[in-house]
Nanobody
Framework: QVQLVESGGGLVQTGGSLRLSCVVS????????MGWFRQAPGKERNIVAA????????YYADSVKGRFTISRDNAKNTVYLQMNSLNPEDTAVYYC?????????????????WGQGTQVTVSS
């Protein structure tokens, strides 16, 4: 059983930064693509960023390009999302997910395991 636990969410002012972390347990972290998604109230869950198992390939949604950075530390079974220049439109619950695919994966339907989510609120 694979478990994902997110942390690092919170309340921040416009222009601020947060770093989310997601620790994976239950089996080897290697060989899994990882992604961060977000879901605002009344909206669909959408991809924010994704990384291949090696970290060598990444994907970003247009809305976060240049502001967010995804990275992973396979030795620590952890994936990160550094979020800079936050604005109120970034307010959402952020979810970490894992896919049993080595390459970078942007399709939500390809993800097999999900965390419980962490709330990010950006005040104006």
């Amino acid at each position: 059983q694979v478990q994902l636990v997110e942390s690092g969410g919170g309340l921040v002012q416009t222009g601020g930064s947060l770093r989310l972390s997601c620790v994976v347990s239950g089996r080897t972290f290697n060989g899994y693509a990882m992604g961060w998604f977000r879901q605002a109230p009344g909206k669909e869950r959408n991809i924010v960023a994704a990384t291949s198992w090696s970290g060598g390939s990444t994907y970003y949604a247009d809305s976060v390009k240049g502001r967010f950075t995804i990275s992973r530390d396979n030795a620590k079974n952890t994936v990160y999302l550094q979020m800079n220049s936050l604005n109120p439109e970034d307010t959402a619950v952020y979810y970490c997910a894992a896919a049993r695919i080595e390459g970078v994966v942007a399709d939500i339907d390809e993800y097999d395991y999900w965390g419980q989510g962490t709330q990010v609120t950006v005040s104006s």
